[in-house]
């Protein structure tokens, strides 16, 4: 019997050369990134997906592309990372200068503070938990969604019963694989990076 586990895929390594805060800013992968996304294609080829999804910004859809080699890929929008709004490209410093109070809001309440124009992320987890647990709910097999570090945070803290004041204490590198199982629910595994592994150690059902 197949399993429905969710295997949610952070995008790979981007560019970013003035290190500006990144949420829905369409950035593109780096070459690590692409090369990234390579070693999970050949890592994920053995993986019969029932669904393969992506955020529809560059970065996710670029790294999702690649991973399906071949494979069709739907567009979600509803998978973007968290919206900065006003902060969007700044640097931590800029803000910082810009936005003082604000930003010392941010740290004393994560879940809730929200930029300028922009999300929180309890907003954020309203948006995807949701989406993402339907995907999961109506999977026979395994799925693939290829998404965001904010957006794979949220999830986990829901799965996990954590508060979204520590969502940053779950580490989640560029590329790196987490696999849940949302009918369980549990999580299977975390921060899977594609140059620590040969292989995804997986069910002979999938």
Not at 67 to 82: K, N, Q, S, T
Not at 115 to 136: K, N
Not at 140 to 155: N, S
């Amino acid at each position: 019997m197949r399993k429905a586990i969710v295997f949610l895929l952070r995008h790979g390594a981007i560019d970013n050369p003035g290190q500006g805060m990144v949420g829905q800013i369409d950035l593109a992968l780096s070459r690590q990134g692409r090369a990234q996304a390579k070693r999970w294609a050949k890592i994920l080829a053995p993986v019969a997906f029932e669904r393969i999804v992506a955020s529809d910004l560059r970065r996710t859809w670029d790294t999702a592309r690649v991973v399906a080699a071949g494979r069709p890929v739907g567009p979600l929008p509803v998978l973007r990372e968290i919206n900065l709004g006003d902060w969007e490209g700044l640097s931590r410093e800029q803000i910082k200068s810009r936005y003082p109070d604000l930003w010392m809001a941010r740290w004393q309440d994560l879940p809730n503070c929200r930029p300028p124009q922009g999300e929180s992320f309890t907003d954020l987890a309203q948006r995807v938990v949701p989406a993402v647990m339907d995907i999961g709910a109506a999977a026979t097999g395994p799925v693939l969604i290829v998404t965001h570090a904010g957006v794979i945070r949220v999830v986990l803290c829901h799965l996990l019963g954590i508060d979204l004041a520590n969502l940053f204490r779950i580490g989640l590198d560029y590329g790196a694989l987490t696999l849940i199982d949302p009918k369980g629910p549990a999580v299977l595994g975390m921060n899977l990076r594609p140059e620590a592994i040969k292989a995804i150690p997986l069910p002979d059902s999938l």
